[in-house]
């Protein structure tokens, strides 16, 4: 299926990246990144510190926007039809943003207006995500007074709350006891095959070995592997656990970016 | 209109995978659930979610600190009831003088202090504006939801100026109160009031919103240096004018032709395009119960208002998405810092104090200097009481008599007093408490912990001692104080900046704060309340013990000179050594709470 996957073009993608490079002043966080995401596929995105994985997030939420190339979610343009392609997304962020003098309830219901849903069925969705995330014992205290793990669990009820189609996700196990990381990979895999676009950054790459449809290796801005695990053996030719696949990946990149280095110099 | 709830599967993502490709355009299904909500939704959600955190946040500091709401509510009261006596004083007399184009000279005031104010708005709103919409993570959340820029725009426009505004209705409303008690005006001139006010605010707020979107958009690299340079060009203009002014006016004898000359200084503000031109007229139209034109400019005020807003409401569609993403990668991803000659400095400064509380006091100052908004609060005060104090010496030595110089300089001491007990209560308070999640490092320093303490409190010390002594020092010059006079401020002075910085650091300690992040949520917090007012009453302590007592006695004396009678400056010396033991206390005692609580602390 992934192979099949990777040749579509941004027509058939859920979210698609066409050459998509972004600088920071004159120092460039992402370089030509060409990327399509089908729908329900689950695509884990990973690469070291600084490798550009957050910066490609923001563009796709359309927070950021590519100095070159065009970034689309649902087929609409993040630039030109910002506002109809973010109605089909939730963003879950490396430090997720709460209201702090807002209960976890009041929150939610914040979230659900804000995506027009129906007052019955909004209540309903409400009760669904606060059971599932087993948010019943606080939430209806001031957020500001939550754990990390709380946060967090709050932040996925509220992204999940109004269906989205696109789930994009910045480190999502930090900081979460393992029976949390456990609860959260059934569910990220159950929005998977209920058809949710996922897109999931982490350094966790036991996560990644085991949710991920395809994998995307970044490196200095650049997207040096991507597809189903096998593949990305064969392409670092070794036949290891992904953590020593994109050790290899991304170790032999930082030679070339010296050899490159060098030959400019 | 809303979309149908809830989606079904097939809506979601049909089974024909032919359905979903659609080489001309976006998916005919996810148009299908695309949210068109209203117009009125966005800005009905966004007011529900204000008035929510609103009435929450109430509850909340009404549970968990209600001495800050009486003490917010008590001072904003005295100030309220200290300008509108003084503008009822001021008024009164002018009416009851019959002076010379009296009607003139208020309009003048009005037109001064609406035109004040129109300034003040449009940066404090630009700045409050800025931060809260490019760079606060309210707005990165909400810019990743799907209301449009816009909406988010509105939303965070009115929250700007709501909280910009309210010196407006501190400081205008007693003088309009005053104008109305004394011109005797009609009920319809306290209706109106608030309409004209609202309209007002819309003005300079929808004139720093256009600035911020277009300085972000076309120089984003260069923001800053805008800002400080407009900042700096109407500090000058204005400090220009009122120093030509000044020089024009003398404080007596007064007459027709030296009045008409100095209304003619204010003809710029009394330009018909000035909306500060339209508040006076208006108000002062409604206040002889001219409801007509009155109208007429209440009209003007608020179709300029809601153009303004419109316009930069408009802006904010196409620019404010722009604006985020230029200021968020506008500069280069990391940016070097290095030490500074200041450090180095400051090091030498306290060279005799222990290395680590040397090393302790070198990061809090570099942490200090690396956040504008530290310093630039400090800096503005700062250099408003110094450009005030310069001027002092023109305005009052050669033509007011001793008393009131003696008066004016115990005043101008009490105002440096002030300065530093809202430095050490706004930015020395806060420290330790921010302290609380870096104390995996600091907790773990082959280190006593309180020398934590004593770095906090030589940093804010030496600060508050460097930039009050000469404050002060420069107040006393201007006005030609006696020896005696200064030695007493230097060592007041002095004793103030230990005593506050011995409180805050010792109370800082005593009560932290170590789940919040934002100072100035800390300083405002039940510790904060409390380490403020009692700063207050070790100000007023200090100054009466020290200052006062010499004060009180020159008062009575025709000559500054003949002040050096032996019994009364053994009292006066008797009054300031307890004043100094009582200093003593206000340091040591804190800081010794502080370090025993700290040494105890789980963290």
């Not at chain 2, 006076?280 to 009209?299: D, E, H, I, V």
């Not at chain 2, 306290?350 to 090393?359: D, I, S, T, Y």
Request: contains cysteine.
């Amino acid at each position: 299926m992934n192979e099949v996957l990777s040749s579509r073009t941004w027509q058939h993608s859920m979210i698609s990246l066409e050459h998509v490079s972004k600088t920071y002043g004159t120092k460039p966080a992402v370089l030509d990144l060409d990327l399509h995401i089908q729908p329900g596929e689950m695509f884990a995105f990973l690469g070291p510190n600084g490798a550009g994985k957050t910066t490609t997030i923001k563009m796709i939420c359309g927070l950021l926007f590519p100095t070159t190339g065009v970034v689309r979610v649902g087929g609409f343009d993040l630039q030109r039809d910002g506002d109809r392609a973010r109605q089909l997304l939730s963003y879950v962020p490396d430090q997720p943003y709460l209201y702090e003098k807002l209960t976890g309830r009041e929150f939610l219901q914040f979230i659900a207006d804000m995506y027009g849903m129906d007052r019955e069925y909004g209540l309903r969705r409400m009760a669904e995500v606060i059971g599932l995330f087993n948010l019943a014992d606080f939430v209806d205290e001031l957020t500001e007074r939550y754990s990390h793990g709380m946060r967090q669990r709050t932040v996925f009820a509220a992204a999940l709350l109004h269906e989205p189609r696109v789930l994009v996700v910045d480190e999502p196990t930090v900081g979460l006891d393992p029976k949390s990381v456990r609860l959260l990979k059934d569910l990220l895999k159950q929005e998977a095959q209920r058809g949710v676009t996922i897109f999931l950054s982490t350094h966790s790459l036991d996560v990644a070995q085991e949710l991920a449809d395809r994998i995307g290796v970044v490196a200095n801005g650049r997207l040096i592997g991507c597809g189903t695990l096998d593949h990305l053996r064969s392409q670092a030719e070794m036949s290891g656990s992904l953590e020593e696949v994109f050790l290899k990946l991304t170790d032999e990149k930082d030679v070339q970016d010296e050899k490159g280095l060098a030959v400019e110099i | 209109m809303r979309r149908d709830w809830p989606l079904k599967s097939s809506e979601l993502f049909p089974a024909e995978e032919a359905s979903l490709a659609r080489p001309d355009g976006p998916f005919p299904a996810s148009e299908s659930i695309i949210a068109r909500g209203s117009e009125t939704s966005y800005l009905r959600l966004f007011h529900r979610l204000r008035a929510r955190l609103v009435a929450n946040n109430t509850d909340y500091v009404l549970r968990q600190s209600p001495l800050r709401i009486i003490t917010i509510l008590l001072c904003s009261s005295l100030i309220w009831w200290v300008v509108f006596a003084i503008s009822m004083g001021g008024m009164t007399y002018l009416r009851s003088k019959n002076i010379y184009l009296s009607g003139d000279l208020i309009g003048i005031v009005f037109n001064i202090l609406f035109l004040a104010l129109t300034m003040l708005l449009v940066f404090s709103t630009g700045i409050i504006l800025y931060s809260s919409l490019f760079t606060s993570q309210e707005a990165a959340f909400l810019l990743s939801g799907p209301a449009p820029a816009d909406k988010v725009f509105a939303y965070k426009y009115q929250g700007a100026v709501m909280f910009s505004s309210w010196s407006v209705l501190l400081i205008g409303s007693p003088i309009l109160f005053a104008y109305g008690f004394v011109e005797h005006a009609p009920l319809s001139f306290y209706l109106l009031m608030p309409v004209f006010f609202l309209g007002f605010i819309l003005l300079p707020g929808s004139i720093g919103a256009l600035c911020v979107l277009l300085i972000v958009n076309f120089i984003p690299k260069h923001r800053k240096q805008i800002l400080f340079l407009s900042g700096a060009l109407v500090l000058f203009v204005a400090g220009y004018w009122g120093y030509e002014t000044l020089a024009f006016t003398p404080a007596y004898n007064w007459d027709r032709e030296m009045l008409s000359r100095l209304l003619d200084r204010f003809s710029f503000a009394q330009n018909l395009g000035v909306p500060s031109h339209w508040m006076t007229r208006g108000l002062q139209a409604a206040g002889r119960g001219a409801l007509g034109r009155s109208c007429y400019y209440l009209a003007l005020v608020w179709s300029n208002g809601l153009l303004l807003y419109v316009l930069a409401a408009g802006l904010s569609t196409r620019l404010y998405r722009r604006g985020y993403n230029r200021v968020a990668t506008g500069s280069s991803l990391r940016r070097r810092y290095g030490s500074a000659g200041m450090d180095r400095l400051l090091s030498k400064l306290v060279g005799f104090l222990h290395p680590q509380v040397r090393l302790l006091i070198i990061k809090d100052f570099r942490t200090f200097r690396r956040d504008p908004a530290q310093w630039a609060q400090i800096l503005i005060f700062t250099g408003l009481m110094s450009l005030y104090f310069t001027n002092i010496r023109r305005v009052y030595l050669g033509e007011v008599d001793w008393a009131h110089q003696n008066g004016i300089s115990l005043l101008n001491l009490c105002a440096t007093g002030l300065l530093l007990a809202a430095y050490t209560g706004r930015f020395i308070y806060p420290m330790l408490s921010l302290e609380g999640r870096k104390f995996w490092i600091l907790g773990l320093l082959p280190m006593r912990r309180e020398r934590l303490l004593w770095g906090k409190f030589a940093f804010s010390a030496t600060g508050g001692v460097l930039i009050a002594e000469l404050l002060v020092l420069l107040s006393d010059v201007m006005l030609a104080m006696p020896a005696v006079a200064i030695g007493l401020h230097i060592l007041a002075v002095a004793v103030l900046a230990c005593g506050l910085s011995g409180l805050s650091v010792g109370l800082g300690a005593c009560m932290p704060n170590f789940r919040e992040t934002d100072p100035s949520k800390i300083a405002v917090g039940f510790g904060g309340t409390l380490n403020l007012v009692a700063g207050l009453i070790f100000l007023s302590l200090t100054i009466g013990l020290i200052a006062a007592p010499w004060h009180l006695y020159a008062a009575g004396a025709r000559d500054p000179d003949q002040i050096q009678e032996a019994n009364a400056m053994l009292v006066i010396g008797l009054q300031a050594l307890v004043g100094t033991a009582l200093g003593a206390m206000a340091t040591v005692i804190p800081l010794l709470a502080g370090a025993r609580l700290l040494r105890r602390m789980e963290f």
